[in-house]
T-cell receptor, first 115, second 117 residues
């Protein structure tokens, strides 16, 4: 069974630009969560999508947005990039059924550098 | 709100030594899940264990063991006879068992474990 894939793996952008990151969950998984990892703030929850609907959202500005497609693939977008957005962005997939915890499987991440 | 504290930023041990990684948490929820994840240099988070707040039994899996103590809000992780391949950053995480938030993990700051040959 293929794992969670994230593209691209590395990205370099300049301030003010926007960026779109992609995540393909494990086949059959309907929930995709996004996390930001920085040396200063650590791992922080961005949002979760389930069946094309945002189900949870962390404490991030509106510049961070996401969506999920009918095949469960998810994209996250960051507009008007700031230097502080430089981070490793991790995607996690899980079955997402019901309200119980399903084990989350993480992808390798996308390393975003903002210059 | 939840909070997870991993006070040990870095630990260095020599191969075959035992090492314990500490995790202390705060939550107002009465039911919750606790996790440990490993992050090797490749960056991918690897799931190690999940424990719910109802079950305070300790667990052992090979060289790994976990000690959950609700009275002290701690969920410590011990690696016995450490190996070089155990070198990684280890994260403790928490999520409440409530509708809609079960997949929103709150992570600790992580402990960098280095096992020297």
């Amino acid at each position: 069974k293929a794992g969670v894939t994230q593209t691209p793996r590395y990205l370099i952008k300049t301030r003010g630009q926007q960026v779109t990151l992609s995540c393909s969950p494990i086949s059959g998984h309907r929930s995709v969560s996004w996390y930001q990892q920085t040396p200063g703030q650590g791992l922080q929850f961005l949002f979760e999508y389930f069946s094309e609907t945002q189900r949870n959202k962390g404490n991030f500005p509106g510049r961070f947005s996401g969506r999920q497609f009918s095949n469960s693939r998810s994209e996250m977008n960051v507009s008007t990039l700031e230097l502080g957005d430089s981070a490793l962005y991790l995607c996690a997939s899980s079955l997402g059924a019901g309200t119980g915890v399903n084990e989350q499987f993480f992808g390798p991440g996308t390393r975003l550098t903002v210059l | 709100a939840q909070k997870v504290t991993q006070a040990q930023t870095e630990i260095s041990v020599v191969e075959k030594e035992d090492v314990t990684l500490d995790c202390v948490y705060e939550t107002r929820d009465t039911t919750y899940y606790l996790f440990w994840y490993k992050q090797p240099p490749s960056g991918e988070l690897v799931f190690l264990i999940r424990r719910n707040s109802f079950d305070e039994q300790n667990e052992i899996s090979g060289r790994y063991s976990w000690n959950f103590q609700k009275s002290t809000s701690s969920f410590n992780f011990t690696i016995t006879a450490s190996q070089v391949v155990d070198s990684a950053v280890y994260f403790c995480a928490l999520t409440p068992i409530s509708s809609g938030s079960a997949r929103q993990l709150t992570f600790g700051s992580g402990t960098q474990l280095t096992v020297l040959p």
